[in-house]
């Protein structure tokens, strides 16, 4: 049972425009929902996170929506770099656990 | 300021052997957390080790096992492999064992054969 749902699962977009990789969940009980980024060879790098009290939180480029009735979370780059072509995986996890469930991941090509 | 260290990086198998995976976290950070990557079935969690103690684990069968040593460095242990254990196997740490953010290592590349 898939608890995080990732879509797309790949994204081409020219360079300067916008990018958007949408989740959604199932247990509404999961209570932080963060972002991860991955080139190839490397581990995740956390992004950007955020908690169910608040609907948007912007860090630089990248802009996280919250949905807590729709059960859906998104993560926009805004002026899509070729820096920013990599694999994006969204997460989630409840009571403070260290336990994350991701999704599938969409992989991003910017093309310059 | 290290990051999260992972040894070796590669490693090559034969079926049924068995395989010690060793993470170093960064210093200071308590919990310690692994997961495995295939391009199947995405990232999965395995354990999640803190101070000593396994606190979660995931749904993997008891061949996959762990232990945190008391510098906080932790090992994971697969015995008896199977060729769907190939996979990357990522090592994350966090401060204070509330999830505010892992760091990941890069990872060991375990292939079966």
């Known amino acids: 049972q898939q608890q995080v749902k990732q879509s797309p699962q790949s994204l081409i977009v020219q360079k300067g425009g916008i990018s958007i990789i949408n989740c959604a969940y199932e247990?509404?009980?999961?209570?932080?929902f963060p972002w991860y980024q991955q080139f190839p060879g490397k581990g995740p790098a956390l992004l950007i996170a955020?908690?169910?009290?608040?609907s948007e939180k912007k860090e630089g480029r990248f802009t996280i929506s919250f949905n807590k009735s729709a059960k859906q979370f998104s993560l926009h780059i805004m002026d899509s770099q070729p820096g920013d072509s990599a694999t994006y995986f969204c997460a989630a996890s409840e009571g403070g656990s260290e336990k994350l469930v991701f999704g599938k991941g969409m992989k991003l090509t910017v093309n310059p | 300021k290290a990051g999260v260290t992972q040894t070796p990086r590669y490693l090559i198998k034969t079926r049924g052997q068995q395989v010690t995976l060793s993470c170093s976290p960064i210093s200071g950070h308590r919990s310690v957390s692994w997961y495995q990557q295939t391009p199947g079935q995405g990232l999965q969690f395995l354990f999640e080790?803190?101070?000593?103690?396994?606190?979660n684990k995931g749904n993997f069968p008891g061949r996959f096992s762990g232990r945190q040593f008391s510098n906080s460095r932790s090992e994971m242990n697969v015995s008896t492999l199977e060729l769907g254990d190939s996979a990357l196997y990522l090592c994350a740490s966090s401060p204070s064992g509330f999830n505010y953010g892992y760091t990941f290592g890069s990872g060991t590349r375990l292939t079966v054969v």
């Open positions: 080790y803190f101070s000593e103690t396994q606190r």
């Open positions: 955020i908690r169910p009290d608040v």
């Open positions: 247990n509404t009980a999961f209570d932080y």
